[in-house]
């Protein structure tokens, strides 16, 4: 048990060594207060020092005595809390320990302090300011030093970097396959090539031909844009290289949100009225269409606004005005669109017939027949009849030479269109493109074959396709021209980039200069192509005989030609009229030609006079065949049935079984003959 007296004691000694403690910082601060009154006035009576390094080392020596004179004091009140140490208190050596090693560190802090703060004065300021302004300074000439750095070694590049561009070497481009495709290097090589081929002569390398820079040309758009060699060839020998180039680029970028105001129920003005008070941000088109709005950006969706629905206006691209534009339907004819869906340009002719006339609105595939008929009762059509027909047949079904104008906007690659489906890049060869022209070709000849060039209005075919292919657009016209008696004519557009009159080794007829390209680079719209066709006559250009003027005099059996719908008998009868008799006047026959041989010449000499009275003499005209609907045919066919199906039901089973067995050795009989 700890006893009451050496409580006491540890009492005693606790308060008496507190009483040094707090005794001993104010001896610390008289004889730090005294340090500094001293080592100020050695400051003041001290001569002013010019070099600013004298004056460091002079204040670092004053510092060095401050921090001496402390390390005393701490030595000396070390040395009393050691005589102290002796006691049996348990709990001195942690609270004094803790206690003064804090006030000793707040008493340096302090003194410190102190001694910085009024030791500075004015002069400490001054020179602060003086500090700062030279740091700023030196911030502004390392900025404009390496402002000058940066205009030099740019002007050493720029020295360095001759005009001449080198085409990358065999081994540079082995490496390049190996690695990942470096695109921005790409990219700056598509740029040089382009400035050279632009001034080839002076800028071109020793050495390499133009052919070696538009190979690398086409190797380098085609990985940088996806295109494959037989697209980007095309496309290189179509265009020059800097149009090329902001062709590829176009369509990189989507065309711009057109609308056509359907003019059956409201006015662009109203229309544009509405949608403005509903957050649509639009503008009118352009100067060339009156129905046009193109639009910007929206709140609502365009396809879902009530003005949509009630038929005020039709999502349509800008190109797609064109071809309805070059047609100009008018009122009360009657019109063929060959190739309707979804129904933008049935609708567009029909607005512009104002619901007038006759219009057929064919589409071959069933599954888009939904999206045609609905467009044509929301946008309030009425005179128009939505039909599905191969268009290559229209012409059995409606009737030839029957109608005022056709419009065939027949189905194509879609090169003009990319920028709405990029797998065109990729996808299209020569042998697809060659399939769609064959196609084309036809449907060509089916609409031409439909129009009456009698017509007081009308006798108009317009060609057009969502194609930027010489094989689809101006070759496909050239053969309609040698195949029917049509002549090209304006298409009544005041915009637009001709069409090609050569191509490659083609040459073709100068009046394709009529015809309309527009293009996504210069036009800001897909490309298309627009070709107006006037049908002279109905009847087919006849094709000049093949037989020399030779040949007519001898013996050549134009009677079989002629004589193709007479009966068999009658031919059979007369080779044996006209082959030499056996009976001892084969000598005779040699001798002497026959009458028929005569009279044949005779026909050869009439035809060949004929030939030449066509050329030279206008085309009849012909009466218009008129061919039996289809339900008359199914009518008839019917009633072929049920005659069959009574006769077989009036006749005994014998004289079925008997007409069978005749039937049948019948057949045996000419198939021996044969």
């Not at 064919?362 to 946008?379: I, P």
């Not at 060659?434 to 317009?462: E, F, P, R």
């Amino acid at each position: 048990m700890v006893s009451i007296a050496s409580i006491k004691k540890n009492i005693g000694n606790f308060t008496t060594k507190q009483k040094k403690k707090e005794e001993a910082p104010i001896v610390k601060k008289k004889k730090n207060v005294g340090n500094f009154i001293t080592k100020h006035k050695k400051k003041e009576e001290a001569p002013v020092v010019k070099n600013k390094k004298n004056m460091k080392k002079k204040i670092d020596d004053l510092s060095s005595g401050d921090d001496d004179s402390e390390d005393d004091d701490d030595f000396v009140m070390s040395g009393e809390s050691s005589d102290d140490s002796d006691d049996d208190n348990p709990l001195q050596d942690d609270f004094l320990a803790g206690s003064g090693s804090d006030n000793d560190d707040d008493v340096v802090k302090g003194n410190k302090e102190y001694d910085s703060g009024s030791g500075s004065g004015s002069d400490s300021d001054d020179s602060d300011e003086s500090d700062i302004e030279k740091k700023s300074k030196a911030i502004d000439d390392k900025r404009a030093r390496e402002e000058k750095e940066a205009e030099e070694e740019l002007q050493i590049n720029i020295q360095e970097e001759s005009d001449e561009f080198r085409l990358p070497t065999q081994e540079e481009l082995e490496i390049e396959a190996l690695g990942p495709p470096d695109l921005p290097g790409i990219q700056r090589r598509i740029k040089e090539i382009v400035r050279v081929l632009s001034n080839f002569s002076s800028l071109k390398q020793e050495g390499a031909s133009r052919k070696d820079y538009t190979d690398q040309l086409q190797i380098d758009l085609s990985s940088y844009y996806g295109y494959n060699e037989f697209m980007i060839g095309m496309l290189v020998e179509m265009f020059p290289v800097v149009e090329l180039l902001g062709l590829i680029e176009a369509f990189e970028k989507n065309r711009p949100m057109c609308i056509r105001t359907n003019t059956l129920k409201t006015r662009r003005r109203d229309l544009a009225d509405t949608l403005l008070n509903r957050g649509v941000n639009l503008d009118p088109l352009s100067k060339w269409s009156k129905v046009g709005l193109q639009i910007y950006d929206s709140q609502v969706p365009i396809g879902a606004t009530p003005e949509y629905m009630a038929g005020h206006y039709m999502l349509q691209s800008s190109s797609s005005f064109l071809p309805v534009m070059a047609l100009a339907p008018q009122e009360k004819e009657s019109i063929v669109d060959m190739a309707a869906a979804p129904g933008g340009k049935t609708t567009y002719i029909a607005a512009h017939m104002k619901n007038t006339g006759l219009l057929f609105a064919n589409e071959m595939k069933k599954h888009r027949l939904h999206s045609l008929s609905a467009n044509v009762s929301r946008l309030g059509v009425t005179n128009t009849i939505v039909i599905n027909y191969d268009g290559r047949e229209l012409p059995k079904v409606l009737g030839a030479n029957s109608r005022d104008r056709v419009l065939l906007d027949a189905p194509c690659s879609g090169t003009g269109v990319i920028s709405k489906d990029e797998s065109v890049k990729s996808t299209k060869s020569f042998e697809e493109i060659q399939k769609c022209a064959h196609l084309q070709q036809q449907l060509l000849l089916a609409a031409i074959d439909l129009v009456d060039a009698n017509s007081k209005t009308g006798g108009y075919v317009v060609y057009s396709t969502c194609s930027i292919m010489v094989m689809e657009n101006e070759a496909v016209v050239d053969y309609a021209l040698k195949k029917r008696n049509v002549k090209l004519v304006s298409c009544g557009l005041d915009f637009g980039v001709k069409g090609f009159v050569n191509f490659r080794q083609y040459r073709f007829h100068p009046s394709l200069e009529k015809t309309r390209r527009f293009y996504p680079h210069v036009h800001n719209m897909d490309g298309f192509f627009v070709a107006k066709l006037k049908k002279v006559s109905n009847t087919n250009p006849t094709p000049k005989s093949d037989i020399p003027s030779e040949i007519v005099g001898k013996d050549v059996d134009v009677s079989d030609e002629e004589d193709a719908d007479q009966p068999k008998s009658k031919k059979r009868q007369r080779e044996e009229d006209d082959t030499p008799q056996e009976n001892g006047d084969s000598g005779d026959t040699k001798k002497k030609p026959s009458s028929n041989l005569v009279e044949k010449k005779k026909k050869t000499s009439k035809t060949t006079n004929k030939e030449n009275e066509s050329e030279e003499s206008p085309p009849k005209k012909r009466k218009k065949r008129v061919f039996p609907s289809r339900e008359e045919v199914s009518k008839a066919r019917e009633e072929k049935r049920n005659l069959l199906r009574e006769e077989k039901r009036n006749m005994p089973p014998k004289d079925k079984r008997e007409g069978g067995l005749k039937k049948k050795k019948v057949d045996g009989k000419k198939k021996g003959r044969k």
